[in-house]
């Protein structure tokens, strides 16, 4: 089991996106809140679908442009490699 600490503006950022596929929005709307932040918690897998549903988001121009960095600080956290092929 993984665990990710996130803001409350990345957490907003997640939850602006439509539709994403069932482990994602479980691991989403499960989510801890403690001291003023998010924990994500899910396992490998959970989190390489949120990399790649990330990357389509932003690839595709699907999320608003005000959510594009709070993606992008989720993935880094997720992975810090991940900027590499997310193309920033």
């Known amino acids: 089991m993984?665990?990710?600490?996130i803001?409350?503006?990345?957490?907003s950022a997640l939850m602006d996106i439509y539709g994403p596929p069932k482990n994602i929005h479980h691991m989403i709307m499960t989510c801890k809140f403690q001291d003023g932040k998010v924990v994500l918690e899910g396992?490998?897998?959970?989190?390489?679908d949120l990399?790649?549903?990330i990357s389509e988001?932003?690839?595709e121009k699907m999320c608003p442009k005000k959510n594009i960095n709070s993606l992008l600080c989720v993935?880094?956290?997720?992975d810090p490699g991940s900027m590499d092929w997310i193309g920033m």
């Open 2 to 5: 993984m665990k990710i600490v």
């Open 51 to 53: 990399l790649g549903l």
């Open 75 to 78: 993935c880094k956290k997720v």
């Open 7 to 11: 803001t409350n503006t990345q957490y």
């Open 57 to 59: 988001e932003i690839g």
């Open 43 to 48: 396992d490998e897998d959970d989190f390489d």
